[in-house]
Structure formats: C-alpha cells, structure tokens
C-alpha cells in the first residue's frame, strides 16, 4: 500500500515556475512508476509526465514537453514536477500517480493516487 501527498501548488503569472512535490509513503518507492496527470474543470483528467522507478525513463505530455521536468529522489521517497514556462491553460488540479511495472499514460492503470493540488497562471 502506498499513500501520496502532493504539495508545492499555488497562484503564479505567466511564464513563472513551480515546483511540485509527491511524497510517498511505505516500502519499496523504487518499485513504483510515479506520474502526474491534472483536470481542469469540465475536462478529463490527461496525462502529464511519468517516470520510471529507476529514474532512467522519462515521458511527458506534447503539450508540456520542454517546459516541464519530472524527477524522484529515493532518499527522501519523493517526486517532483518542475514546472517552467508556465502558461494559463496549464491552470488544472495536479495528481500524483504509482503503479508498479512499466511507464504508462493512462490514468486507468495508476493503482494510487494523491489528493491533488491546485496550479492555477494567471494571465
């Protein structure tokens, strides 16, 4: 069983950065894919970046590709979304995701889920 907790979301204008963060809690964080997906109200929830539980493979949605970094940190059990270049249609609440296994961009296949945060740029 694993538990996660985002923080790090917030108001922000136009081209500024934020950094989110996913602690996760229970054994064996390098065994888990972590990802991050976001809905913005009245639309789906979509995918954003993922990474591996070794670190080594990374993916990322076209539409933050270049702006955004996924990262993790075994030590401290942790994920993080560097988010640069920030634009309004960006404003969504951020989940995160595990799973165990591969990478994946589909939200129906991640196992646990955070509670959310809110990034909303303001124009």
């Known amino acids: 069983q694993v538990q996660l907790v985002e923080s790090g979301g917030g108001l922000v204008q136009a081209g500024g950065s934020l950094r989110l963060s996913c602690a996760a809690s229970?054994?064996?964080?390098?065994?888990?894919?972590m990802a991050w997906f976001r809905q913005a109200p009245g639309k789906e929830r979509e995918f954003v970046a993922a990474i591996s539980g070794s670190g080594d493979s990374t993916a990322y949605a076209d539409s933050v590709k270049g702006r955004f970094t996924i990262s993790r940190e075994s030590a401290k059990n942790t994920a993080y979304l560097q988010m640069d270049s920030l634009k309004p249609e960006d404003t969504a609440a951020y989940y995160c995701?595990?799973?165990?296994?591969?990478?994946?961009?589909?939200?129906?296949?991640?196992?646990?889920w955070g509670q959310g945060t809110q990034v909303t740029v303001s124009s």
């Open positions: 995701a595990a799973k165990v296994g591969f990478v994946r961009t589909v939200y129906n296949v991640y196992s646990y």
């Open positions: 229970g054994r064996s964080f390098s065994s888990y894919v």
